[in-house]
């Protein structure tokens, strides 16, 4: 019979703590990297630089490529296949002559890779690494051309004097009177509000803003409606994107660029309402945005017909310092609008433009209860030079011109579309 081996208890205590000793080993083993994922930013003749900080023994391989890597070693297992690019947006404010360049990281400056991209230049949008140490890929180049299509000027815009006066004042005066603001200690403009309804030439006035101080090919224009998406992230990454876009472009022009937001109250909508779950991470964002405007340079301007709706946080002093309200037209300002509108169009014989705009801004205001926009009373212009575009094309291509005829089919068809006579029409050429 064999005798049974009785352990003391500082024996079972010991096995036990080698034993806990053992297992600690194991977990660390198995919680240590195996492969990683890294890029490669440059290669000498002995061995390569990766994103990871490890210097790989092998050197055939170029800047850009991404590898899986033994960080115990060093030893490439293999080159990956181009990967999804995740990482950050940002702008580069110089490129130097070996293969690196240097930009802002929060507020820092940095010298990266530029990896595969040997033609970047100052001011270009990139996305650098989740190390932010190789640049992945070149998003956007800033396009300094000249515009095509004409810029839209003050001129350009009928009525609303009095906001116009206040975007000079806002935007047009600190950028050519630089040195008399600096004397006064008074910074630029970061961020304007433009409310009223619809239809009313809020974003005419946005892009005439960007004219005037010589950045109408910097005018970045968003729609509030458009930067918000389902998925966790995007929505973030698009308001940064825009103000990404606008210090490339003041690396680039020398001169502030300019937001327009559109719809903004679809956008920036107060925090707390029940029904708003993505502006708890939106405003925010935006909010960080504004605050370093001075370093991007750029200027905000909002547009909304429902200012009630947009958080208080944004639209206070030091982030919005201007709030100015677009009026509906009244009907000499409304007779401005159609002049522009009107203006290159042929004209019938025996009849002039102001003539015909007289008349026809005078029977849409005696008739309807309309609140008119600028929108509606260039749509009049368009209807009646419709009406003659198919009676000149019945007329065997003959160029009539615009008359009166065409100005009362084309209030007459406003009138039934948009809005209640105030009392029955029946109105004839003659009247006209």
Partial sequence: MTKEIVKTKDEIINELYESNKEMQAELARLGEAGLECAAVISTSDKHSILSNGIYAINNNYKPGQNVLVYPRTGQVVEVLPDIPLVGELFVLDKVLDDGYAELRVKGERKRVSTGKFQDLKVGDVVLLDNSNKIIQALIERVNTAPRISKPITWKDIGGNEEAKERLIEAIELPHKHPKLYKAYTQRNTKGILLKGPPGCGKTLLGKASATSIGAEDGFI?????????????????????????????????????????????????????????????????????????????????????RDDMLDPAIIRDERIDFQVEVKRPLINEAKEIMIIHLNGKPIAPKHDSIGLIELATEELYRHTHLPFSGALLAGCVHKAVAHALKRDIANNGNITGLSPVDFEWATQQIIKQDGKPKKEIQTTSANW
Avoid: C, W
């Avoid at 405003?283 to 370093?295: A, K, R, S």
């Fill in 221 to 305: 224009s968003i729609k509030g409606p458009e930067v918000l998406d389902p998925y966790v992230g995007v929505a973030e990454a698009n308001i940064r994107s825009a103000f990404i876009k606008a210090r490339a472009y003041k690396e680039v022009a020398g001169r502030p660029a300019v937001i327009f937001i559109d719809e903004a109250e679809a956008l920036l909508t107060a925090r707390g309402r029940q029904y708003n779950h993505m502006g708890q991470t939106i405003v925010p964002t935006f909010l960080t945005e504004m605050d370093g405007i001075d370093d991007s340079s750029a200027i905000v301007i909002l547009s909304t017909n």
